[in-house]
C-alpha cells in the first residue's frame, strides 16, 4: 500500500484513524495499530508479513536472552543469533542475485542467479530490529516483556516501509504512556499533508522532466541538459524521500507518537560532512552508532571504520554497484573534509563551500541513479562537457530550454521549499509572535493545508500506481 | 444611587478590557489547544468528506479522457492472492475508478498548467524526443513495438512520464468498446515514443507526434509475400500516411522528427514491382493550408483521407467523385486522443470541429459488420452516430475492430479489400462509387487467412492502408501473420 494513493488515504487510513479513535484505552488503541500495520504490510506481502512476525519474535526473544544473560557468554551468543539471522535474511532476501552474479562473472561460471522478490521495507525494519538488540546489549533500553508491544514497534505502519528507521528508545516509553492531544493530531495532520504534497505536486512532477530527459539513451544529450536534469533528479530524491518522512512523522505523531527528523534542509549544507547530517538522518545516525564506533578491525580505526561505513551507506541504497560506488564517492569527501579539518573549512568562503558541496552532491545523484554502467559512463562524459568534445554534444538545446520555460515556476518553488523557509515562517508566527500573530499562522496553515490536500487528491486521480523511490529499499 | 449603578458598567468595561487583554496574555499552551481544536474542525470534516464522497458516489466506469475502460474489482483466487496481486487490483480498482474521474483528471491538467510561462510561440514537449536527423537510422530508433489489443489501452499509455509504471492498472484495462459503447481507444501504433510537441499557431494548439523512424522492413517483406502468394492476380496497392509532423513541425524541431517522405520512398523501392506504391506524402503536402490533420487527435481529418483516396483512385484508376457531391457533416467540440497522451489542459480548453462526408450514393449502400473471425453479427450503416463529441473517430464503422463489407449501388463487379489501422478507417466512404463491394480489415485484429479471404472472395484489389507508425513499428508484423495464419480455411460469409 502506498501513502500517496487515494486508496491509502480515503478508505485504510480513514477507517484506521476512527477505529484508533473509538478505542478508550491505550491497550486497545495498541491493538488496532498492530492489526492495522499487518494488514498494511500484508496489503502489500501477503506472504513475507510471516516473515515480520518472524523477525519480530526472534529478535524478540533475543532481546530477552540478552536481558538475562548480558554478563554471560550467552548473552552475547543472543545478540550473534540475533544480528547474524537479521543479516542473513536481508542478505538473502536482497543481495543474493547481486552476489551470485558477482561471482558469476568474476569466476566465468554459471551458478543460477536466485530470483527473489525482495519484501519491502526489509532494509528497514532488519535495521530497527538490529538497533533494538545493539540497544539492549548496551542496556541502552530495557527488553520489551511483551511481545505484541515490541512488534507494535517493529511493524508500525507510517515507518514499516520507507522509514525512518526509528530506535526502539524513541518510542518505548510512548507504547505504553503517551497522551494523544488536539495538537498532535492537528500538527500531525498538517505535517502528513505537507508530505503528500511534496510527493504528488514536486516530485512526482519534477520526475516528469527527468524521466524525459534520463528515461532513454543520455549518450546525446546536451552539456546543460545533463546538468539541468541531474539538478532535478536531486531535488525530486529529496521531495520523494522527505515527503514520505513526513507523512511518516505526521502518521506517527496523529497516533501519539513522535518520531526523530529524518532530513534538514540537506541542500543547504556546505560540506559532504553536514549534507549527511542532514540527509537521512536516521540511516546515517545507524551507521554511526552501530558500525562506525565498532571495533570491528580490532580496534576502533577511524578510516577504515569510515569507509566501511560508506560502503555498507551505498550498499544499503541497492544490490548493484552503482550504490556502493555512489557510498564511497561520499566516503573519499569526507574523508578529505577530515583530513582537512572542521576548522579549516569553516575559515573557506561560504560562496565556495556552497558551490563545492552542491557540485558534489548533484553529481552524486547522477552515480545514484545510473544503474547501467554504459548511462554512467555517459552521463560522466555529459557533465564533465568531455562528450561535446569526443561526441559532438551540444552545449544546450532547444528541448531544455522548452522543458525549464514549461516548468519554471515548479522548480522555483521546489528550490525555495527546499530551503528552510517553512522554519522561519513557523518560527515568526508560532514562536516569536503573540497570540494574535499566532492565530494568524495557524488559521492560514490550517486553510493551506486543506488547499494542498485538495489539490494532492486531484492530482492523485492521475496516478493509478504512484510508489516511493525509496520503497525498493 | 449613580455611584451604584456605575459600578457594574465599570466591572463590565474592567472585564471586558481584561477579556481582550486575556487572548493575548492567555497561556501559551491554551491557545495552542484552542487553535489546534478549531484546525481539526476544518481539516478533519475535509478529510472525511473526501472519504466519503470517494467511498458513496458512484465510481466511474469509463474514461473519455483516457479512451479506456476504467478497472474493475478483481476476482479472488489464492494465487492472486498469495502473489499480491489481488490486493494490489483492489486498490488500483478503488484509485483507478474515482467518481467524475475525468473531470478531476481535468483539473490536475489545468493545474499543472500553472507551472510554466506560456508565450504565443510556445511548445510544451511530452515523451522524450531524441534527435533523429543526422543520427543513423535504424529499427532501434523507431517507435514502440506495443501493437496487440490488449497492450494498447493502458492507463500509462495514456499517462506520459510517471515515475513507475502500472502493470496491474494495464492489465485493468480493457480494448475497444463497440460502437454503441461510444468509446474510441487508443491504437497500439500510436505511442509517444519519440515524443509530442504541442505548438501554438494562429491562435490553435495542435499536437504532433513525432516521427522516430525507421526501416519498414518487415512491412516490405509482408508485402512482397502476399503479392507472391497471390500469384499477380490481385493489384496490390501500399498507401502510406504520414504523420501530421512531416507538414508542421516548427523548424525549430525538425531535427527531433525523421523524414517520412524519405521513410515512403524507401519502402516503395524495395516493395515488389508488381505493388503500386500510393505516394500521398506529396499530394497531402499541397494541402497544409486546409485541415488536413486533426490538431487534437492522432488522425487525420476526413478531409485529408480525402486526398489519399483521390490520390489512389487516380492510381487504381477507378472513379472518383468531387468533394462537392459528398455532404458534409459536422461534429462540433472534438477533442481528441492528444488530450490524454500530452495532459496538456490547453488541447482540452481548444476543441474542433470534426467534419466528414458522406457519398451522394450512401443511402444506397449496406454495411456488413462481422466478427474478428468473420462471423456475421449484423448490418447497418458505414457511417454511425456518436455520442460523446470525444468519439468523433469512431463515426466510420464504430471503430476498428469489425471487419466490415460494404455493398454499394455500383454495379462494376470490382471488389476492394482494405487492411488498414485506424487511419484507414476514413478512406472507404469516398470509393463507394468506384467498387461494387469493399471489405474493410484491421490488421491488428483480423483472424481469418489474409490470401484465402481475398482469393474466395474474389477481391481484384487489396490496398494497405495505414500510418507511418504502422508500417515501421510493431504493426508491420502483423501483416506477415495474416498471410500465414488459418491457411486452407473456407471462408464462409453469413451474411444474407
Known sequence: ?473 | MEDNEKKPQQKQAVRGKHVKKDFNHMKRKNVEHGFAVISLMVMIPVFFGISLFLFVFPRSTVSNIEKRKLATFPEFSFEDYFSGKFTADIATYYDDTVPFRDDFKTAGYNFKGLFGIHTEEEVKVVGKPIAVVNKDKDESSKPSEASKPEQQTSANAADPGKPQESETASEAASQTESSSGEVQTFDGEYTVENGIIVVKEEGHYRALELFGGGTGNAYVNALNNINKDLGGKVQVYSMIAPLASEYYTPTSYSEYTASQKECFDSIASRLDDGIISVDIDTPLGQHVTEDIYLRTDHHWTPLGAYYAAQTFASAAKVDFKDLSTYKKEEIPDFVGTMYAFTGDANIKNDPEVFTYYKPDNVDSTRAYYYDTAFNYEGDGNFFNGVGDPSSAYLVFMGGDEQIVKVKTNVKNGKRLMIVKDSYGNAIPGYLFGAYEEIYVADMRYFQPNLIDFVQQNKVNDLLFAMVVYSAVGGNADNLETLRTQNKGQTIVDAAP
Not at chain 1, 15 to 31: D, E, G, I, M, S
Not at chain 1, 47 to 60: C, D, K, Y
Not at chain 1, 254 to 275: A, L, V
Request: aromatic share 20%; hydrophobic share 50%; proline share 3%.
Open chain 1, 1 to 473: 500500500m502506498v501513502f500517496s494513493s487515494l486508496y491509502f488515504l480515503y478508505l485504510f487510513l480513514a477507517v484506521v484513524f476512527v477505529a484508533y479513535y473509538v478505542c478508550r484505552t491505550l491497550p486497545q488503541k495498541n491493538v488496532v495499530l498492530i492489526i492495522a500495520s499487518l494488514v498494511f504490510y500484508a496489503w502489500g506481502e501477503p506472504v513475507w508479513v510471516v516473515m515480520l512476525v518472524f523477525s519480530a519474535l526472534l529478535n524478540w526473544l533475543c532481546a530477552l536472552g540478552i536481558g538475562k544473560y548480558r554478563e554471560k557468554t550467552l548473552g552475547k551468543v543472543f545478540v550473534g543469533a540475533a544480528i547474524g539471522i537479521d543479516l542473513l535474511l536481508l542478505i538473502i532476501f536482497k543481495y543474493s542475485g547481486f552476489i551470485v552474479e558477482n561471482i558469476n562473472a568474476l569466476l566465468h561460471i554459471g551458478i543460477p542467479v536466485p530470483q527473489i522478490v525482495m519484501p519491502i521495507g526489509i532494509s528497514f525494519f532488519t535495521f530497527q530490529a538490529i538497533s533494538y538488540i545493539m540497544d539492549c546489549y548496551w542496556e541502552t533500553v530495557e527488553p520489551q516483556k511483551k511481545f505484541h508491544k515490541f512488534l507494535l514497534y517493529l511493524s508500525l505502519f507510517p515507518q514499516l516501509v520507507a522509514g525512518p528507521i526509528v530506535r526502539y528508545s524513541v518510542i518505548e516509553n510512548e507504547i505504553d504512556n503517551r497522551k494523544i492531544t488536539a495538537l498532535d493530531i492537528s500538527e500531525g495532520a498538517m505535517r502528513a499533508i505537507i508530505g503528500v504534497s511534496k510527493k504528488v505536486i514536486i516530485a512526482n512532477n519534477l520526475y516528469a522532466v527527468v524521466d524525459q530527459f534520463f528515461g532513454s539513451d543520455i549518450s546525446n544529450l546536451s552539456f546543460l541538459g545533463t546538468w539541468y536534469t541531474v539538478i532535478l533528479y536531486s531535488l525530486y530524491v529529496y521531495f520523494d524521500f522527505s515527503g514520505y518522512s513526513d507523512i511518516a512523522i505526521g502518521l506517527g505523531r496523529m497516533f501519539g507518537f513522535h518520531f526523530n527528523e529524518n532530513f534538514n534542509y540537506p541542500f543547504i549544507c556546505k560540506s559532504i560532512s553536514e549534507f549527511w547530517q542532514r540527509w537521512h538522518i536516521s540511516l546515517s545516525s545507524f551507521f554511526r552508532d552501530y558500525l562506525f564506533y565498532m571495533p570491528i578491525f580490532g580496534r576502533p580505526r577511524k578510516y577504515l571504520n569510515l569507509f566501511l561505513v560508506w560502503f555498507c551507506t551505498g550498499m544499503w541504497h541497492g544490490a548493484s554497484w552503482n550504490f556502493i560506488i555512489w557510498g564511497l564517492y561520499f566516503g573519499v569527501f569526507i574523508f578529505i573534509e577530515t583530513l582537512i579539518g572542521k576548522k579549516r573549512m569553516k575559515k573557506w568562503n561560504i560562496v565556495l563551500t556552497h558551490i563545492y558541496s552542491k557540485i558534489i552532491i548533484i553529481i552524486g545523484f547522477g552515480i545514484f541513479y545510473f544503474t547501467d554502467f554504459g548511462q554512467l559512463g555517459h552521463f560522466f562524459l555529459n557533465i564533465s562537457g568531455i562528450s561535446m568534445l569526443t561526441n559532438g554534444n551540444a552545449f544546450g538545446d532547444i528541448l531544455i530550454w522548452n522543458s525549464l520555460l514549461n516548468n519554471i515556476w515548479l522548480i522555483i518553488f521546489a528550490i525555495a521549499v527546499s530551503m528552510p523557509i517553512v522554519p522561519k515562517l513557523k518560527h515568526f508566527f508560532f514562536e516569536w509572535g503573540n497570540n494574535t500573530v499566532y492565530a494568524v499562522g495557524k488559521v492560514g496553515a490550517t486553510v493551506i493545508c486543506c488547499a494542498l490536500l485538495i489539490i494532492s487528491s486531484i492530482l492523485l486521480v492521475d496516478n493509478t500506481n504512484n510508489p516511493f523511490l525509496y520503497f525498493r529499499f
